[in-house]
Nanobody, 122 residues
Framework: QGQLVESGGGSVQTGGSLELSCAAS????????MGWKRQGAGKEREGVAN???????TYIDSVKGRFTISKDNGKNTLYLQMNSLKPEDTAMYYC????????????????WGQGTQVTVSS
């Protein structure tokens, strides 16, 4: 399996922006689905956004209109642009990938990064 390495986390105030990056060690275009999951303190892990090999993106309702997932296959990198951040977005964000298309993963991913912390203060 390939490796995923996240970067770009940090601390911002409410309304601020951050862009997370995820560098894949192999050919990211080989993954059928890539995405971002997050887990806040005392909360269950949740999927935030996914993107298929063809570029089709899906989001959870709470981030629609604020977050944008994208990928650059030439750079083997996945991105998550986060705007209008809220305190409830505070969490550890994980980059995930799977060889299957997003609809077939059932939310389960075979490859995980180590995570990057995002903290939004009010």
């Amino acid at each position: 399996q390939g490796q995923l390495v996240e970067s770009g986390g940090g601390s911002v105030q409410t309304g601020g922006s951050l862009e997370l990056s995820c560098a894949a060690s192999g050919d990211s275009s080989s993954y059928g689905c890539m995405g971002w999951k997050r887990q806040g303190a005392g909360k269950e892990r949740e999927g935030v956004a996914n993107i298929d090999r063809d570029g089709t993106a899906t989001y959870i309702d709470s981030v629609k209109g604020r977050f944008t997932i994208s990928k650059d296959n030439g750079k083997n990198t996945l991105y998550l642009q986060m705007n209008s951040l809220k305190p409830e977005d505070t969490a550890m964000y994980y980059c995930v990938a799977d060889p299957f298309p997003c609809f077939a993963t059932g939310g389960q991913f075979g490859v995980w990064g180590q995570g990057t912390q995002v903290t939004v203060s009010s």
